[in-house]
């Protein structure tokens, strides 16, 4: 069946990079997404691609899609500590497009 | 610029109880779905509707049934609440194959 897979910890550094990477299993995706969950807040789509790209950016956010390994990663340029949040990768599969979650990556930005 | 509503932003109930979870989306989507959010978990895909009187099981659907009788409204109901249903619950709608709109999520406790 359909899997996604990320870490669930990241800690980086206010100022440095930070690098989320995911794995999905369904082939026939059509777009994939990052949300963002702050504490106590909804989910916010943060950014999508759609599958037959490599990358996009947006402003301090940069997706890659790796379709052959099917690996997509979430970088954030220069991280601010109101990045801190959990980051869910997810993908749109099967034929009614369900959207099949990550467990979550929880991203800690310190000083 | 209400788009998906859920009934509760936090429940309590006790063991046994028969529970009502309700959504509603004002922007006739087709597509309907419900999770529920546990940490390091990520959401899991409990039901989704693709029609009204449609219905499909999602990948945790036990314990769990859902009701759509109109377009707008997606019902999730525990018949017998048990502590293990303790979670967040968010619902979703869609109606093209890319985008989704998640309501504010209800917490519910159950003791």
């Known amino acids: 069946g359909e899997d996604v897979e990320q870490s669930l910890f990241l800690s980086v550094r206010e100022g440095d990079s930070s690098v989320i990477n995911c794995t999905y299993t369904?082939?026939?995706?059509?777009?994939l997404y990052w949300y963002k969950q702050e504490p106590g807040a909804g989910l916010q789509l943060l950014t999508y691609?759609?599958?037959?790209?490599d990358m996009k950016q947006d402003q301090r956010l940069t997706v890659l899609l790796n379709k052959k390994d099917k690996h997509l990663s979430l970088r954030i340029a220069d991280t601010q500590t109101g990045d801190s949040a959990i980051y869910f990768c997810?993908?749109?599969?099967?034929?009614?497009?369900?959207?099949?979650f990550g467990a979550g990556t929880r991203l800690a930005v310190h000083p | 610029d209400v788009k998906v509503t859920q009934s509760s932003r936090y429940l309590v109930k006790r063991t046994g109880e028969k529970v009502f979870l309700e959504c509603v989306q004002d922007m006739d989507h087709e597509n309907m779905f419900w999770y529920r959010q546990d940490p390091g978990l990520g959401l899991r895909l409990i039901y989704f509707?693709?029609?009204?009187?449609?219905?499909e099981k999602g990948d945790i659907p036990e314990g769990y049934s859902v009701s759509r009788e109109k377009k707008e409204r997606f019902s999730l109901i525990l018949e017998s609440a048990s502590t293990n249903q303790t979670s967040m619950y968010l619902c979703a709608s869609s109606l093209s194959n890319w985008q989704y709109d998640f309501g504010p999520g209800t917490r519910l406790t159950v003791t």
């Open positions: 691609i759609f599958s037959n790209m």
């Open positions: 369904d082939s026939s995706s059509t777009y």
């Open positions: 509707s693709y029609d009204v009187k449609m219905k």
């Open positions: 997810a993908e749109n599969s099967g034929g009614y497009n369900k959207l099949i």
